[in-house]
C-alpha cells in the first residue's frame, strides 16, 4: 500500500496507557483470575494486550462470530462461526471485543453466553460509538468513546486490510457502503 489515507484518532502510547488502567480494572475485580473471550478477528491485538496487563490468573478463548461482514446492514443476522473450545459454565467470562457500533455483536454474543450459565458475564470494549447503538448492551470495561468516524489500525480493519497499525485511525476515504 503506498498511499496512506487515514489520520491517527487515538495513539498506540495512549492505547496502551489505557490498556494498563483497564487491567488493574480487572485485577481489582477478579481477584480469582478470569477467563477472557476474545471475538474473532478485531479483538486479537487488544486481547493480547490486555491478558499481559492484567497480573491475575488469565485463560483465554476464541470465538467467531458472522455478522454482516462485507455488506454489513442493521438486518440484525449474525451466526456463530467458530465456538469457543471449552465449557464455560460456573466461569467468570469477560468478552473482549475491539468496538461497539450498532450493539448487534455483542448482544447475540450475550444472549448465546448466557445460556451456558458462566458464573458471570461481563464485556469489555477497546472502543465505544454509543451514537450508532441499535441493541442496548451493558459494557463493564470501555477504553475509548470514539464519534462516529469509520476507524481502522489496531486489530480493526476494512476490507481486511489497516489491522496491523499500532494507532487507531480514521479511514479518511468514505468506505463506501461497509460500515462497521
Ligand atoms: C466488527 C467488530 C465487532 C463488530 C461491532 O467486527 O470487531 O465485532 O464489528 O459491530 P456491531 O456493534 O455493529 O455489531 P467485524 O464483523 O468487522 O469482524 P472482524 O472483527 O473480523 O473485523
Known amino acids: ?15 496502551q ?19 477472557l ?7 486479537c491485538f487488544f486481547l493480547a494486550d490486555l491478558a499481559r496487563a492484567i497480573t491475575r490468573p488469565v485463560r483465554i478463548d476464541f470465538i467467531g462470530i458472522s455478522s454482516y461482514g462485507k455488506s454489513k446492514t442493521s438486518s ?7 465456538d ?12 473482549v471485543e475491539d468496538i461497539i457500533d450498532s450493539g448487534i455483536t455483542l448482544s447475540y454474543l450475550v444472549s448465546v453466553l448466557e445460556q451456558r450459565k458462566p458464573r458471570s ?3 469489555v470494549a477497546l472502543l465505544d460509538k454509543p451514537d450508532r ?11 475509548f468513546q470514539i464519534p462516529d468516524e469509520f476507524v481502522v489500525g ?23 457502503p461497509v460500515v462497521r
Open 1 to 15: 500500500m503506498t498511499e496512506s489515507p487515514t489520520r491517527i484518532l487515538v495513539t498506540a502510547d495512549r492505547i
Open 17 to 35: 496507557s489505557r490498556i494498563r488502567e483497564l487491567g488493574a480494572a480487572i485485577d481489582k475485580d477478579y481477584p480469582n483470575g478470569v477467563l
Open 37 to 43: 473471550v476474545a471475538i474473532l478477528k478485531g479483538a
Open 76 to 82: 440484525g443476522e449474525v451466526k456463530l462461526t467458530k
Open 84 to 95: 469457543l473450545d471449552s465449557a464455560i459454565d460456573g466461569l467468570d467470562v469477560l468478552v
Open 121 to 123: 458475564l461481563r464485556i
Open 133 to 143: 447503538r441499535v441493541r442496548p448492551v451493558d459494557v463493564a470495561y470501555v477504553g
Open 154 to 176: 489496531y486489530g480493526l480493519d476494512y476490507a481486511e486490510s489497516y489491522r496491523n497499525l499500532a494507532d487507531i485511525c480514521v479511514l479518511e476515504v468514505p468506505p463506501g
